[in-house]
Structure formats: structure tokens, C-alpha cells
């Protein structure tokens, strides 16, 4: 199935960094969610983002909706070591009205 | 919040074994949906529900079904469960109205089919 270019593929950083991670479409979406999903659990949903241009932030989490639609941002500041995990992004809308998930950003903090 | 709950975490199965997979939600969700989840394939839609009794198949439907008799409950059945079965099995519901396409998933079972 179909899937979104998300990157980078995988982080390795110091506590304390900030992080930054992308995810791209080919499709105009109608809404962006943010997923983390930790290894052997399912996916926790971090932000949503319903509006092009929309900026939204959850504690130490910022997520932003491109002005094109094609895009999404999410930001880390000051990370910890409980941020590891798997990150995903997920876009509704497009030709299938399905929600379409991205490849993933393993990150992986040193603490 | 909302919740959204697994059945098992872990199953073990032997082939040709019936498996149901249950799925229990508590915010009267409309829609509800089963992917499975294989390293380097990412999320894979097999069926979902956008009411009571009514199904819609995925992406993958081959080798299962589902049942949904009450809003809050969504089943997925393996008929006869097979060694490419082996899986995580991931339930999601999401609200009815302009927020349908916020999904939230539950906890996971990882099946292991030998």
C-alpha cells in the first residue's frame, strides 16, 4: 500500500537536543496526525493538524501543517530518554480518503 | 481519553487454528478499523466498520473476516490461521462527523502462528 516519505529514517542524539522530522506527500491532505509508537505497543497519537499552515504544540512537541498540504513538521525540544521510540505521521484525505502512514523516524536518545 | 483495548498482547496459534481477535472501545466511536503491522511494510488496512453490522474490506482482507454486532466491539477472525499470518495485529477507532479521520489505536496482539 501506499506509504509517505518520512525523514530522517532514523535519529541518534544526546539528551538535551531538539529534534526535527518531515514527512511528504505526493497527495493534498486534509488532515496530518502525529503518531509514537514504543516497541511493542501501539501507536499513541501526539497531534493532529486539521488546518493548512496550522501550528500546533503538545508540551515539549511542536507539529506544523504545510502550507501546500503536502507536508508536515514535528519538533522535539530538549529531548529525554523517554522519547524513544518510533514516530510516525499520518495523512487523511487525498485520492483513497484513507489515512496514509509514513515510513517512520526511529530516534533514539543517549541520555 | 480514550481507550481502546486488545483482547491479548501475545498469541500463539498453531495452523489451521480459528483465531478471534477482539476489540473494545469506550468513546462510542463510529469507525473502527484492523491493520496488521510487518517490519519495512509499515501499517496495512484489513477491514474496517463505519457502523453497526456494516463492513467495508481494506487493503489486505485475504484470510480474515470481521464481525461487528455492538458499536463498542470489532472482531477480526483468521479462519484458518497460516504461518504469513504471523503479525501485529493493531485495532483503531476514530469518531463519527468532521473529526472521522483521527484514528486511536489500541495496545497491539502480537501473533505468532507456527
Known amino acids: 500500500g501506499q506509504q509517505l516519505n518520512q525523514s530522517p529514517q532514523s535519529m541518534f542524539i544526546q539528551e538535551g537536543e531538539d529534534v526535527s522530522m518531515n514527512c511528504t506527500s505526493s497527495s493534498i491532505f486534509n488532515t496530518w496526525l502525529w503518531y509514537k509508537q514504543e516497541p511493542g505497543e501501539g501507536p499513541v497519537l501526539l497531534i493532529a493538524l486539521y488546518k493548512a499552515g496550522e501550528l500546533t504544540s503538545n508540551g515539549r512537541l511542536t507539529a506544523q501543517f504545510g502550507i501546500t498540504r503536502k507536508d508536515s513538521f514535528l519538533n522535539i525540544s530538549a529531548s529525554i530518554p523517554s522519547d524513544v521510540g518510533i514516530y510516525f505521521c499520518?495523512?487523511?484525505?487525498?485520492?483513497?480518503?484513507?489515512?496514509?502512514f509514513g515510513t517512520g523516524t526511529l530516534l533514539a536518545v543517549q541520555p | 481519553d480514550v481507550k481502546v483495548t486488545q483482547s491479548s498482547r501475545y498469541l500463539v496459534k498453531r495452523t489451521g487454528e480459528k483465531v478471534f481477535l477482539e476489540c473494545v472501545q469506550d468513546m462510542d466511536h463510529e469507525n473502527m478499523f484492523w491493520y496488521r503491522q510487518d517490519p519495512g511494510l509499515g501499517l496495512r488496512l484489513i477491514y474496517f466498520?463505519?457502523?453497526?453490522?456494516?463492513?467495508e474490506k481494506g487493503d489486505i482482507p485475504e484470510g480474515y473476516s470481521v464481525s461487528r454486532e455492538k458499536k463498542e466491539r470489532f472482531s477480526l477472525i483468521l479462519e484458518s490461521a497460516s504461518t504469513n499470518q504471523t503479525s501485529m495485529y493493531l485495532c483503531?477507532?476514530?469518531?463519527?462527523?468532521?473529526?472521522?479521520?483521527?484514528?486511536?489505536f489500541g495496545p497491539g496482539t502480537r501473533l505468532t502462528v507456527l
Open positions: 466498520s463505519y457502523d453497526v453490522k456494516m463492513k
Open positions: 483503531a477507532s476514530s469518531p463519527g462527523g468532521p473529526r472521522t479521520d483521527t484514528q486511536y
Open positions: 499520518a495523512g487523511y484525505g487525498g485520492a483513497t480518503n484513507k489515512l496514509i
